[in-house]
């Protein structure tokens, strides 16, 4: 099969995914805000943060528009966005915690404001509002999907926990908490819209890849902007990753080609955490051209998940999840 270009010359248009998918964004909306609210008032006031704090929605999107792409006519894709919205948040609040994060998408994080065991329990909260979704659509397939996907994640958590202050992780290590925290949601998302719509097994397969590949994009390029970007475009605060003793793509690869007295002060930031040498060690990041190379291969998996499309039937949806890929590479937030 041809592969699916990519359009360098063009930004993707991410206004014109969500006005596509705005209509059913709409309802999913209405429907977090109804499944939110709790009698207990502590909840509501978490909750009511968490709406107001924005984001793309972009897992609960991406689902919307994969059931498009496999013309489902129904109603169940609201409820599943729902779901997977519920998922994604509540994984937030808990990695805030971990963190201990004080700025998401340039606001207070909730841990932050109201504390780390309010935002534990609240994130508790949203997991087991997510199963009482699950339950209500009565389908096995969803719920096995959806039980497999918040297990790994799980795993993936606790393996970046491992990870902190290890200078010594590898590539296929990061990779492998990548596709556990990150991936396996944006993958869960566009296969479950390709089974509402009950596309063949090949191309719900082929979903699926087409949402595993965004999701390490996606993450990959994130990881990168934590030392391209500024705390004012990317709503949280540059070099949290080095602080938290996080080693991401860029410090792996500038680890690779640094010099003695270079890689002697990468190992000691990512051991230590830390801001105190955050200019010194961007700028070996940068000599070392390790961010062109998590650049590259973001844009690797960014095709991947583009290749993997042209299974589907040709639509506008499918077009919006190939503009996906542009923008997952492209985004400077």
Sequence with gaps: MTPMPADASRPADFAHVRDLAAA???????????RLSSDVVLINQIADH????????LRPMLHVLAAGAAGYQGEHHTK?????EFIHTSTLLHD??????????????ANALWGNAASVLVGDFLYSRSFQLMVELDDMR??????????????GEVLQLLNIGNADVS?????????RKTAVLFAAATELGGLLGGLPDDQVAALRRYGMELGYAFQIADDLLDYVSDADTLGKNIGDDLAEGKPTLPLIYALEKASPDQALSLRHAIEHGGLDSLDRIIASIRDSGALERTRERALIHAQAARDALV???ASHYRDALVTLADYSVQRTF
Excluded: C, F, H, W
């Design 24 to 34: 059913d964004m709409q309802r999913v909306d209405a429907l977090i805000r109804q």
């Design 50 to 57: 968490i709406i107001a704090s924005g984001g793309k929605r």
């Design 80 to 84: 599943l966005a729902a779901i997977i």
């Design 96 to 109: 805030d915690v971990v963190d201990e994060s004080d700025l998401r998408r340039g606001r207070k994080t």
């Design 142 to 155: 969803i719920m096995r999907i959806l039980a497999d996907t918040t297990n790994t994640i799980a795993e």
């Design 171 to 179: 590539e296929a290590a990061y990779l492998a908490v990548i596709e």
């Design 311 to 313: 299974m589907l039937p």
